[in-house]
């Protein structure tokens, strides 16, 4: 008896660090296989973004950008003044020079530097790709804790006020106003429970994607006992 209630005891309490440390991020990090999660959107971009000025260095490499670019002039309205342009890419560029050398400052111009979402986006694509890793108990416990972590940042996101006010205008415009005599009905729906719907779906995405494979876990630690968003209704 005593050990029994020494086992439980022990039990909640592992439970419990264990989602403190997936709403802290504290998934451990230190696995062999973990590579995908050292490079980011950002730092990826630069890297590429370097790559591409090094290479216009190379005289061979910019005639065949420019080959490549002219190639395409006559799919547009404005074949002359594109082939035009292209003719004087290396002057471009070269009087771009201090701007393209600033890498940093173009990921950000193009949304993939200091960029949450981009992140989190490419965190949940690095996590699937590790779906045919043959380490079971790897992807049970790594992978699994930091979708659910992502899942997480994503849906604080989509509980967000104001976010979910654009998403019930853009429901009631372009989804529902198109239904004709199911249109009440449907806006009723989810006009009143989109947050309850987003939950769940979010809640979930883990499971459905392969990345973790016990739903009743989930099921507790993100919401409860309200599983069905429809519990409301007589369907």
Not at 109 to 129: A, T
């Amino acid at each position: 008896m005593r050990f029994s209630l020494v086992s439980v005891l022990f039990l909640t309490i592992a439970y419990g660090y264990k989602i403190k440390m997936i709403q802290e991020n504290k998934t451990p990090k230190n696995s062999a296989k973990d590579d995908g999660f050292k490079i980011n959107i950002c730092d990826e971009c630069k890297m590429q973004v370097s790559r591409f000025i090094k290479a216009l260095e190379d005289p061979e490499k910019l005639n065949l950008l420019k080959d490549i670019l002219k190639s395409l002039c006559p799919q547009t309205s404005y074949e002359d003044e594109c082939a035009a342009f292209v003719d004087e890419l290396d002057v471009i560029i070269r009087e771009m020079e201090p701007y393209l050398n600033d890498t940093a400052k173009i990921c950000k111009l193009i949304h993939l530097c200091e960029n949450r979402r981009v992140d989190l986006f490419h965190k949940i694509s690095v996590l699937y790709g590790m779906i045919g890793d043959n380490n079971e108990k790897f992807k049970n416990e790594m992978v699994c804790d930091e979708c659910m972590f992502a899942a997480s940042e994503v849906r604080e996101t989509i509980e967000n006020p104001e976010n979910q006010r654009k998403v019930r205008d853009y429901i009631s415009t372009e989804v529902c106003s198109k239904l004709r005599k199911y249109r009440g009905t449907v806006s009723f729906i989810f006009l009143q429970h989109i947050e309850k719907i987003c939950s769940f779906a979010v809640s979930f995405f883990c499971v459905e994607i392969g990345l973790c494979n016990s739903y009743n876990s989930l099921k507790e630690e993100f919401v409860g006992d309200e599983v069905s968003i429809f519990a409301a209704f007589d369907f």
